[in-house]
């Protein structure tokens, strides 16, 4: 019996290798989709908003139309977006915040403190914050170069503006809320003026601290000092006065509260001594009309008794009178009767 050799049969490898192959195809288009997609698109994030600039063609330069949040295509090299915030924007101008390198913070900017010469001559370094938003960037994009609408516009108008309208003031009104309050005001407005062309809106502009110099200071602390020791003493003269007063108005009250005490005191004894009166003439009269049922009842009797018959109801009483005792006959009758009903004869007797 012969043994059949065995024979290894090889497959043709060309379907896995064209499969490897489209891998690798799909792969690289994939990536330069990739590549491709970011380089083609941009991003505008909610808060911000973008205008939009051609470099070829007739219509070359910034577009009018503002694009709100979402994904843009661009194509490079032809057009490109140029982002600005939408949202509130802080200038702080403060020394503190300043030298510690805080100069750039998500939608802060920090710059040096404003330094004012008041009208007496003084210096005082003031902390500001202003607080803008941008409105149209088109007018940003244009009219700013560069578009550093903070470093071209918005600080160095801020600067001017504040140092004009706060010079205005004496130094000891910066202690004056009201007067600080109204020229900050009053730069807010004439700083809204004057960046509004650019697209720049103005909300407000706070004095949040001031300081004066060390001389000025010392100066101001020691008036201040005097001017509260003046109104110290006025307000303990004007206490002294308040407390004389409320202790006449306290003793006032006082009298005022004894009297209408007594006066209900004499009230209360004069309704005692009428309720007594009263009581005592009704007694009185309780007493007469006592006195005189009872004499009207004697009356009545004398006269029953006067009456016929009324002889032997004397004899009725004489009997209940009599009742209990020894009972002795005697005669009625002859020499010597007694007639026990005859009062007169038993008087005689007695």
């Not at 694009?67 to 101008?93: K, W």
């Not at 160095?156 to 020229?183: H, N």
């Not at 303990?236 to 004389?244: F, I, L």
């Not at 409320?246 to 004894?269: T, Y």
Request: negative net charge; hydrophobic residues 40%.
């Amino acid at each position: 019996m012969t043994t059949k050799p065995k024979v290894k049969l090889k497959l043709p490898r060309r379907r896995s290798l064209i499969g490897s192959a489209g891998l690798a195809v799909v792969g690289v288009v994939l990536v330069v989709l990739g590549v491709l997609w970011f380089a083609l698109t941009v991003y505008i994030g909610p808060d911000e908003f973008a205008v939009r600039q051609v470099f070829l063609g007739p219509g070359k330069g910034v577009q009018e139309q503002v694009f709100g949040p979402g994904l843009r295509v661009v194509i490079p090299g032809y057009e490109r977006l140029y982002m600005f915030p939408r949202d509130m924007q802080v200038l702080e101008l403060n020394d503190e915040e300043y030298n510690r390198g805080e100069r750039h913070r998500e939608d802060v900017d920090v710059a040096p403190a404003i330094r004012i010469q008041t009208s007496e001559g003084y210096q005082v370094t003031v902390d500001v914050t202003v607080l803008y938003r941008i409105i149209d960037p088109y007018l940003v994009r244009t009219r700013i170069p560069g578009g550093l609408y903070m470093e071209k516009v918005v600080l160095p108008e801020a600067d001017k503006i504040l140092r004009q309208t706060l010079g205005m003031l004496d130094a000891e009104d910066f202690y004056s809320d009201v007067k600080r309050m109204e020229k900050a005001e009053k730069a807010r407005q004439q700083l809204a003026a004057q960046v509004e062309p650019y697209g720049i809106q103005v909300w407000g502009v706070m004095v949040r601290d001031y300081i004066y110099d060390s001389r000025y200071q010392q100066l101001i602390e020691d008036r201040k000092i005097q001017d509260q020791s003046v109104f110290k003493n006025q307000a303990e003269a004007v206490a002294a006065s308040r407390e004389a007063e409320k202790n006449r108005v306290l003793a006032e009250g006082a009298a005022n509260i004894e009297i209408e005490r007594e006066r209900g005191r004499a009230e209360i004894r004069k309704i005692r001594a009428d309720a007594d009166l009263y009581y005592r003439q009704k007694i009185a009269e309780g007493d007469l009309l006592v006195a005189l049922a009872e004499a009207e009842g004697t009356e009545l009797e004398n006269r029953a008794l006067q009456q016929a018959g009324a002889s032997n109801i004397v004899g009725i009483e004489m009997a209940e009178a009599l009742e209990g005792t020894e009972v002795i006959i005697v005669s009625t009758t002859g020499d010597g009767a007694v007639n026990p009903l005859d009062l007169d004869q038993l008087l005689e007797g007695w």
